[in-house]
């Protein structure tokens, strides 16, 4: 299907969805989060994982914090995300507890360099949580705009899996030809696993 303005259309939905989250109650969010992180952390992908790369969550987001405290207890590497100055680019740093973040980009925890190790191309078996203001039934995703996932997943070599609330899932997303869609969508409701479209007959 040909969409005439595809920045407009996108900008809109943005706009939807972050007017969803914020008027999300508090005692909701933790309700939905709560049953997110059970769905994540009980997932035979993460339970087979070494090496979680997860973003550090902002207010409207999916809460991550608790997961990335039970990854830690759970003794796996935790990756988090660092935003290049000046590029549309970032870069992973392990982190061994909370203290290992400063406020950075956008306001965003980020990892202190001074005191994490950058992640290199070897990692092992590896699970990567996608953030989203919105997912679609296929596992594509809509993001804040700038592309920094979207440039770092064209070379990771993991499972990727989006956590999302169900009222920001659509049927269908304007994406181009090469957005990668996730592996796992998870909502409060349910665990999706999208059919790669190499895997499909």
Same mark, same amino acid.
């Given at each position: 299907?040909?969409?005439?303005?595809?920045?407009?259309?996108?900008?809109?939905?943005?706009?939807? @969805?972050?007017? @969803?989250?914020?008027?999300?109650?508090? !005692?909701?969010?933790?309700?939905?989060?709560?049953?997110?992180?059970?769905?994540?952390? *009980?997932? !035979?992908e $993460?339970?087979?994982?070494?090496?979680?790369?997860?973003?550090?969550?902002?207010?409207?987001?999916?809460?991550?914090?608790a997961?990335?405290?039970?990854?830690?207890?759970?003794?796996?590497?935790?990756a988090?995300?660092?935003? &290049?100055?000046? *590029?549309f680019?970032? !870069? %992973? @740093?392990y982190?061994?507890?909370?203290?290992?973040?400063?406020?950075?980009t956008?306001?965003?925890?980020e990892?202190?360099?001074?005191?994490?190790?950058?992640?290199?191309?070897? @990692?092992?078996?590896?699970?990567c949580? &996608?953030?989203?203001?919105?997912?679609?039934?296929?596992?594509? #995703?809509?993001?804040?705009?700038?592309?920094?996932?979207? #440039? $770092?997943?064209?070379? %990771? #070599?993991?499972?990727? &899996?989006?956590?999302?609330?169900?009222?920001?899932?659509?049927?269908?997303?304007?994406?181009?030809? $090469?957005d990668?869609?996730?592996?796992?969508?998870? *909502?409060?409701? $349910?665990?999706?696993?999208?059919?790669?479209?190499?895997?499909?007959?």
């Amino acid at each position: 299907m040909y969409i005439k303005n595809i920045k407009e259309l996108k900008k809109n939905l943005r706009a939807r @969805y972050r007017r @969803y989250r914020e008027k999300m109650n508090a !005692e909701q969010k933790i309700r939905l989060d709560a049953s997110i992180q059970c769905r994540l952390l *009980t997932l !035979e992908e $993460y339970l087979h994982a070494e090496t979680l790369f997860i973003y550090v969550s902002k207010p409207i987001e999916v809460d991550t914090l608790a997961v990335i405290n039970a990854a830690l207890a759970n003794h796996k590497r935790v990756a988090v995300p660092r935003c &290049v100055p000046d *590029t549309f680019e970032m !870069e %992973f @740093y392990y982190i061994t507890s909370l203290s290992d973040l400063e406020k950075g980009t956008f306001g965003v925890l980020e990892p202190i360099v001074d005191k994490c190790e950058r992640v290199g191309d070897s @990692y092992g078996r590896a699970l990567c949580v &996608v953030p989203g203001l919105s997912f679609d039934a296929q596992g594509y #995703r809509l993001g804040y705009g700038k592309g920094y996932y979207d #440039r $770092y997943l064209a070379q %990771f #070599r993991g499972i990727t &899996v989006g956590i999302c609330y169900l009222g920001c899932i659509q049927w269908n997303l304007p994406h181009g030809y $090469y957005d990668r869609p996730v592996d796992i969508l998870i *909502t409060e409701k $349910y665990v999706r696993r999208i059919a790669r479209q190499e895997d499909t007959p």
